[in-house]
């Protein structure tokens, strides 16, 4: 898997202080010798850190700190898809395409998205600012169809609704997350209501 | 101890064993994968199905512990077809190219799909592709072909200790790669070749070369080092085609170093194929007769206190035997096979073994190792010491410069002065002296110096003084570097009386005292202190002794003969001729054999049971192969103050060309470019 070919690499990575501080925490919540459970919550600060990504210097950095083989943290890093091993786009956007968002139109959405950003699946556009993947099931087929933009979802989306989101991100907003025809949670739209009774 | 019961057959098993051992000690075979009795336990192939009464499905009995009152079957129409099912899903990706695989013929997953493959695909989909990977100059990889047992990640990790490989990717995406297209730099690294059931990882060097019916197998001992490692040799027609490692608990388990597999296409490239006479300045190739003539009539025109002889690393006993015969019966007390410089007694035998003796090394449970690079200079020592590692509770503590030996190690600075304050029990000497089976291991470059009698005789003191020596246990060890040096030292092919030892002999030969120096395959000595002395250079490849040489007398490489090398723990094995030497070479005896014809003073040996009859009766510890002669411990080594402040330093610079096969090898200067960063620096070509 050539995941990280094509694209620039920084020589060097370190936590900032702060980011230090959190990782410190996430090592303390195991027992002694036992520190190299803590290596999902450091790659996801490291990720965070460095804007979206993990570089292959910040793979190395958090293997340094929990004493393991960068080969050992590489496997990790490629097995989660939630770690992104190229640089993403300010906004990264997952569009669900599991079975019940398709139903609901996720593929009106993938077709709006390759329009409005101009880029294909995998791909990261031209101003750096979105990156597109399709994904599998996000877990809120409630609210199909369903797209995360970085740590938020947007949910109950067609493909007006979902421009209004893009183009409010691009303008540096940020868009109400969550339903976006207004029902709280996944509540039932409009007035609320009970299932009827057998033979009632 | 559990019972249970395998296709209708009660077995007890002793505790903690799986169900798939269970059923090989019940004489059931069950195919496997990624199961592989040194490695931890993967479970991922699936292969190892049987029916367990009771469960609702076949259990993976590689994973499964055997326990109380399990019903096992082995062969049933389930089981049949839940193989089959796992066999089908492993060949989906799994490409048809055996014809041009170098694993055809001794693949895993050939044999295996003979019994449960199935004749046609079903498999419409895409099939998936990989990239292949950069393993170095060693090992070639064909990714595609692999089935993920990961085996060669579990060697990697768990034996030679250097976590470089893994699995990135999950599912189809699943890949083996190093870390960031790194290569393997373990020197045990071609053994993941042998793991691997498919054709995924093969050799480089023997890539394309040959295919596993047409060779030759013929079992053998290794000299690359002194640890003589079981070896297979696979000979084609005359030509060693490859090495592989044999099952030898007490040794190498199933475990080679790279050298030893690797730098035998050092033995067709060099080779001394006919006898050389330098004429006028040049060497000459000239036939037997005139040959062995002109180097008996050296032999007799020169004072028996003017000839000295020098046996090297690869040396063999019936070889130094015969020479040490010869010498004798020329008169001349010089003779030395100590090539380094090691001040050893052949009286001391406790001094110069590695008494403990490598299987033992499991027994211990703290370690010192003084000026010595296990890693570089036993490699499978080194990998038996990681072993004990593993298993817990084993301090190691070393002096010497600092390298990775895959293992905890508190290092203790590279000074000799820090020995004197291990002898007064100070530091790790507390340790030592607490654990119930300590152990020291003595390199071999750590006595070999000038003040190397000295250290010998800390190292005795340490090891009495921290309780290393008493009955049933002997932790001092010596760590030899050369496959000749034990059995020289056992048939006592060191000076006679008021016979000169190395440095005196390559002195008087600089002086010009001495008018005949032997050497017996000795090229790791500085050829030029031998001044104007008439050289007879015998041996197998044309490196540093051949080309000061005066005459040449053609021998032959470990894979040529029958021959007896004794391994650092005094353990006499054999080797067997797999491969005839090239061109009018012979084997080492019988050229000194014929020359004791020339200079009219016959040994009494007309074969090779004759010649080792006669070792036997003189030295009957090596009539008893792979047997262990505990050695009586006594005091050795030189008054201690005497030891100087300079540093240990390991005697090999380079591991891949530690001897002339290496040197010529291609695949060794290979290495030495790639692995180690530098240009090699041997007489290649």
């Not at chain 2, 020596?469 to 009386?497: D, S």
């Amino acid at each position: 898997m050539s995941v990280d070919r094509g694209f620039e690499q920084p020589a060097s990575f370190a936590f900032t202080p702060e980011i230090r501080a959190k990782a410190d925490a996430a090592i303390a919540k195991f027992p002694k010798g036992r520190q190299a459970s803590a290596i999902l919550a450091l790659l996801d600060l490291a990720q965070r850190q460095s804007g979206g990504w993990l570089p292959r210097a910040a793979m190395e950095h958090v293997a340094e700190i929990l004493g393991m083989a960068p080969i050992r943290v590489y496997e990790v890093a490629t097995f989660y898809t939630m770690f992104n091993l190229r640089p993403v786009g300010r906004y990264h956007v997952q569009l669900c395409r599991t079975t019940p968002c398709w139903l609901r139109g996720s593929e009106d959405l993938a077709t709006l998205c390759k329009r409005k950003l101009g880029i294909e699946p995998g791909g990261r556009s031209a101003d750096g600012l979105f990156s597109l993947v399709e994904v599998e099931c996000l877990g809120a087929c409630v609210n199909a169809p369903v797209v995360q933009i970085n740590d938020d979802f947007y949910e109950d989306l067609d493909p007006a609704r979902l421009e209004a989101v893009l183009d409010g991100l691009a303008k540096g907003e940020r868009p109400r997350a969550g339903s976006q025809v207004g029902r709280q949670g996944s509540a039932p739209q409009g007035a609320a209501s009970t299932p009827s009774a057998p033979g009632e | 101890m559990p019972k249970l019961t395998i296709d209708g057959t009660a077995i007890e098993v002793e505790a903690g064993l799986t169900v798939l051992q269970a059923c090989e000690l019940a004489g059931a075979e069950i195919p496997r994968f990624c199961y592989h009795e040194r490695l931890s336990i993967a479970s991922n192939c699936r292969m190892c199905l049987v029916e367990m009464e009771k469960s609702p499905k076949p259990i993976a009995s590689c994973a499964m512990p055997a326990a109380d009152g399990m019903v096992i079957h082995t062969d049933t129409a389930t089981v049949r077809k839940a193989r089959k099912g796992v066999m089908e899903f492993l060949l989906i990706n799994h490409p048809l190219d055996c014809p041009i695989c170098d694993q055809g013929g001794e693949c895993d997953l050939q044999d295996q799909a003979m019994a449960y493959g199935f004749d046609r695909s079903r498999f419409n989909e895409n099939k998936r592709a990989v990239a292949d990977k950069e393993f170095g100059p060693l090992i070639k990889t064909v990714m595609t072909r692999c089935i993920h047992c990961t085996r060669c990640i579990r060697f990697a990790t768990e034996v030679a200790g250097v976590e470089e490989l893994g699995a990135i990717g999950r599912g189809e995406h699943m890949e083996v790669v190093t870390y960031v297209d790194k290569m393997v730099t373990s020197e045990l690294s071609g053994n993941i070749i042998d793991l691997c059931p498919v054709g995924a990882l093969t050799s480089k060097p023997y890539a394309f070369a040959a295919r596993p019916w047409e060779l030759r197998e013929t079992e053998s001992i290794d000299v690359s080092d002194a640890v003589g490692c079981h070896i297979r040799i696979d000979a084609r027609g005359r030509e060693v085609m490859r090495v592989l490692p044999r099952l030898c608990e007490e040794i190498n388990e199933e475990w080679i170093s790279d050298k030893t597999r690797f730098a035998v296409d050092g033995l067709r490239r060099q080779r001394l194929d006919r006898p050389y006479l330098r004429k006028e300045g040049k060497l000459t190739p000239v036939g037997w007769p005139e040959a062995l003539a002109a180097v008996g009539a050296r032999l007799t025109g020169s004072a028996p206190q003017r000839i000295a002889a020098i046996a090297g690393d690869l040396a063999d006993v019936e070889a130094m035997m015969a020479l040490k015969d010869l010498m004798q019966a020329l008169g001349s007390p010089h003779l030395d096979c100590r090539q380094d410089d090691a001040p050893f007694d052949p009286a001391a035998r406790a001094s110069w073994l590695f008494n403990t003796t490598i299987a033992g090394i499991e027994q211990a449970d703290a370690c010192l190792i003084i000026g010595s690079n296990p890693r570089w200079e036993a490699p499978i020592v080194n990998a038996r010491l990681r072993k004990r590692f593993l298993r817990g509770g084993f301090k190691v503590a070393a002096l010497g410069p600092k390298v990775d030996l895959t293992y905890g190690v508190e290092w203790l600075g590279a000074s000799p002065g820090t020995l004197k304050d291990l002898a007064d029990g100070q530091g790790f000497a507390e340790v030592l002296k607490a654990a119930s089976h300590p152990m020291l291991i003595l390199g071999a470059g750590a006595v070999a110096r000038p003040d190397g009698a000295a250290v010998l005789g800390l190292a005795r003191e340490i090891a009495e003084r921290c309780g290393m020596v008493r009955e049933g246990w002997n932790g001092f060890n010596l760590l030899h570097t050369a496959a000749a040096r034990v059995g020289g030292l056992e048939i006592g092919f060191t000076p006679g009386a008021g016979g000169r030892d190395l440095q005196r002999i390559l002195a008087a030969a600089g002086a010009g005292e001495m008018e005949v120096v032997y050497l017996l395959g000795a090229d790791e000595i500085d050829m030029t202190r031998l001044g104007r002395a008439f050289v007879v250079y015998q041996g197998h490849h044309g490196d540093a002794g051949a080309h000061r040489a005066d005459a040449i007398l053609p021998g032959a490489a470990y894979t040529e003969k029958d021959a007896t090398y004794v391994n650092m723990e005094g353990r006499p094995q054999q080797t067997r001729l797999a491969a005839y030497p090239p061109g009018e070479a012979r084997e080492d005896w019988t050229i000194i054999r014929a020359l004791s014809d020339a200079v009219g003073r016959r040994l009494p040996y007309d074969n090779l049971v004759q010649l080792r009859r006669r070792i036997h009766e003189a030295y009957p510890r090596l009539g008893r192969l792979r047997a262990i002669e505990p050695a009586a411990w006594q005091t050795f080594g030189a008054e201690t103050a005497a030891v100087t402040g300079e540093p240990f330093r390991s005697p090999i610079e380079n591991f891949y060309m530690t001897d002339p096969i290496g040197r010529a090898s291609e695949t060794m200067a290979a290495c030495t470019e790639r692995l180690l960063g530098r240009r090699g620096t041997g007489t290649h070509g």
